[in-house]
């Protein structure tokens, strides 16, 4: 017991100085001017950074718009994903290794060489400077990562419930929303941020379909790396570090009303 006790208590230790340590040092950093090693805090507090970073007018709209495509992202892996875990997962059939090595080409292949090429097709569709191509686009590097941890979870999960609830006699779409669904959300959440973290970081995507004109929270950020202010950078750092674990709280608060639409009788 006592060497349980001390694992996990190594664990947490590991976690919290793995996770939060350094966006708490971020967030010091934000808040201080001038505070350099080997002074283990800072002299004093100061908000300046966080003004400039608030006073940039562009800030709300990329705020909008980096939501709005991560949360479509999320939801076009989704309704992709899902169903193409369930073929890999389920089906035998001529040619399904070649098509998993076709799923996983995108993140095998250089970022900007899709990139360039994609462009050329989102200008003849017209898709070229809108949010939707920024949205489409996305799917290249997410939907990889998306139909992998679905797929080992429906590996994991087999068909024993399903066939259970069809034998009481309930209907296959039916079994979908109440069974496999509800068995399915520790994957649908990995799923869920993983996504919504690799889009939040899309930079050269962004930059090359969007044009200049869907500005996203990277379109802000990065160019504060040239920048000498370092409070800036972590203040910026920060928000980003914010984004994905408000995403998470909103998702999980959809879940329990999931379920609990699920539990009405």
């Known amino acids: 017991m006592r060497g349980k006790k001390t694992w996990k208590i190594l664990l947490l230790v590991f976690s919290f100085l793995l996770f939060v340590a350094p966006l708490l040092y971020m967030f010091?950093?934000?808040?201080?001017?001038?505070w350099t090693w080997p002074n283990w805090r800072p002299d004093s507090l100061n908000f300046r950074?966080?003004?400039?970073?608030?006073?940039?007018?562009?800030?709300i709209i990329a705020l909008k718009m980096t939501i709005c495509v991560g949360v479509a992202v999320v939801l076009l892996n989704f309704f992709i994903a899902v169903p193409a875990a369930i073929?890999?997962?389920?089906?035998?059939?001529?040619g399904k290794t070649i098509i998993e090595a076709i799923v996983m080409l995108p993140i095998l292949i250089p970022v900007l060489a899709i990139a360039m090429g994609m462009h050329l097709s989102m200008i003849k569709l017209g898709?070229?400077?809108?949010?939707?191509?920024?949205?489409?686009?996305?799917?290249?590097?997410?939907l990889p990562y998306a139909v992998r941890v679905l797929k080992a979870g429906f590996d994991r999960l087999g068909t024993n419930w399903e066939e259970q609830a069809l034998v009481l006699g309930i209907k296959r779409r039916k079994i979908f929303w109440t069974?496999?669904?509800?068995?399915?959300?520790?994957?649908?959440r990995s799923m869920a941020?993983?996504?919504f973290v690799i889009s939040l970081?899309?930079?050269?995507?962004?930059?090359?379909?969007?044009?200049?004109k869907?500005?996203?929270l990277p379109m802000l950020y990065y160019p504060f790396f040239k920048s000498s202010d370092e409070a800036v950078v972590a203040g910026f750092s920060v928000l980003f570090s914010i984004l994905p674990i408000l995403f998470l709280l909103c998702f999980e608060a959809f879940v329990c009303c999931y379920l609990l639409v699920l539990k009405r009788p």
């Open 179 to 188: 069974v496999t669904l509800p068995l399915m959300l520790p994957s649908l």
């Open 193 to 195: 941020i993983l996504v």
């Open 127 to 142: 898709l070229a400077d809108q949010m939707i191509g920024v949205i489409l686009i996305h799917l290249m590097p997410t």
């Open 87 to 94: 073929s890999l997962s389920r089906c035998n059939f001529k």
């Open 49 to 59: 950074a966080w003004e400039v970073i608030f006073r940039d007018p562009s800030l």
């Open 28 to 34: 010091l950093k934000s808040v201080s001017y001038g």
């Open 201 to 212: 970081s899309q930079y050269v995507l962004t930059a090359i379909i969007g044009g200049g």
């Open 214 to 216: 869907v500005l996203t």
